[in-house]
């Protein structure tokens, strides 16, 4: 019996290490220049290179590579480690708008972009904490 080849793991799809940390970067870099996106901003320190660090750590393990993040820190926890921040529906749809633009300069393949946009956008919303817009 000849074993099938396991499909691509999505971090390896993105291009490992290197790629999640460019989709990250781009991020980031979005976040912190584009006016549209100025509450989600404000959620974050005067420096981004802390949450630029977390969110490439957690990505890696999400996305089927490396644990760094639950290497370093355990179990991610992601509503509990959120909640001292304002999330309502702004906050989420400025996240999920800046990670599908950086997705779409990245050139991520349209439809792995597509399905990693539904599951952030399931993960985003869970993540609100606030009534309203």
Request: charged share 25%; aromatic share 12%.
């Amino acid at each position: 019996m000849i074993d099938e080849p396991a499909a691509p793991t999505p971090f390896e799809r993105l291009g490992g290490e290197p790629g999640v940390r460019a989709l990250v970067d781009r991020f980031y870099d979005l976040m912190d220049l584009e006016p549209g996106w100025a509450e989600l901003r404000a959620l974050h320190p005067t420096t981004l290179e802390g949450s630029r660090d977390k969110l490439f750590w957690f990505l890696c393990g999400w996305l089927g590579g490396p644990s760094h993040y639950t290497d370093r820190f355990g179990h991610p926890m992601l509503r509990a480690r959120h909640l001292p921040f304002s999330i309502g529906i702004r906050e989420r749809d400025q996240w999920l708008a800046c990670m599908q633009r950086a997705m779409s300069e990245q050139a991520v393949d349209p439809a792995l972009a597509q399905r990693l946009a539904e599951s952030f956008f399931g993960t985003a919303d869970w993540m609100r904490n606030r009534a309203g817009a």
